[in-house]
Nanobody, 124 residues
């Protein structure tokens, strides 16, 4: 069982930036593809970004491409999501996910473990 803990969420003005982090309780972090998803009130969970096990391949939802950046540090464990040029439409709970299948993958079904989420609030 892998536990994922997200951090870094908060309140930011439109146009601002945040960096989310996700720490995994596993010594084999580099064997997991990682993804970020988000869910806004009243909406379904949606894919945001994903990265493969080694960090060399990334994949983004069209809505965040060129604004968000996913990265990982297999030596230190965390996976990061840098959020730039935030808009009120980005406001949601952001979830980190880890999967054993080769990544990156935009499908929620590809991931085996999920974090509890971190809230991102964007004021206009």
């Amino acid at each position: 069982q892998v536990q994922l803990v997200e951090s870094g969420g908060g309140l930011v003005q439109a146009g601002g930036s945040l960096r989310l982090s996700c720490a995994a309780s596993t010594s084999t972090f580099s064997s997991y593809a990682m993804g970020w998803f988000r869910q806004a009130p009243g909406k379904e969970r949606e894919f945001v970004a994903a990265i493969n096990q080694y960090g060399g391949v990334t994949y983004y939802a069209n809505s965040v491409k060129c604004r968000f950046t996913i990265s990982r540090d297999n030596a230190k464990n965390p996976v990061y999501l840098k959020l730039n040029s935030l808009t009120p439409e980005d406001m949601a709970v952001y979830y980190c996910a880890a999967g054993r299948k080769p990544g990156p993958d935009g499908r929620g079904s590809a991931y085996d473990y999920w974090g509890q989420g971190t809230q991102v609030t964007v004021s206009s």
